[in-house]
């Protein structure tokens, strides 16, 4: 069974960037989809991007596009969220999350079934 640990989060400004981890243990067996997923206070769980293992293709949210960067480490069973240009509406708990969504389902996170335990990302003005 697939296991996710996040780090990396932490605080920045406005502008700033930084580069969050998932590191999985467990066989990622093809059809696997990690994805990135956030949710910030009083909202529902957002979708942020997504790496299909298998290829390597990605999936971006509209809101993170051209910002935002998924890639992975095979060798490390890592993936990484490099984030650059954050905005204060980014600050949100964001989860790595694995699954083996349809590509029409690939954006939603009810499509994944091993979530990982979240890292804080907090963007100030």
């Known amino acids: 069974q697939v296991q996710l640990i996040e780090s990396g989060g932490g605080s920045v400004q406005a502008g700033g960037s930084l580069r969050l981890s998932c590191a999985a243990s467990g066989q990622l067996y093809s059809g696997y989809s990690i994805a990135w997923i956030r949710q910030a206070p009083g909202n529902e769980r957002e979708f942020v991007a997504a790496?299909?293992?298998?290829?390597?293709?990605?999936y971006y949210a509209d809101s993170v596009k051209g910002r935002f960067t998924v890639s992975r480490d095979s060798a490390k069973k890592t993936v990484y969220l490099e984030m650059n240009s954050l905005k204060t509406e980014d600050t949100a708990i964001y989860y790595c999350?694995?699954?083996?969504?349809?590509?029409?389902?690939?954006?939603?996170?009810?499509?994944?079934?091993?979530w990982g335990q979240g890292t804080q990302v907090t963007v100030s003005s």
């Open positions: 999350a694995a699954g083996r969504p349809i590509t029409s389902a690939i954006r939603s996170p009810d499509s994944y079934t091993t």
């Open positions: 790496m299909r293992w298998s290829g390597g293709h990605t």
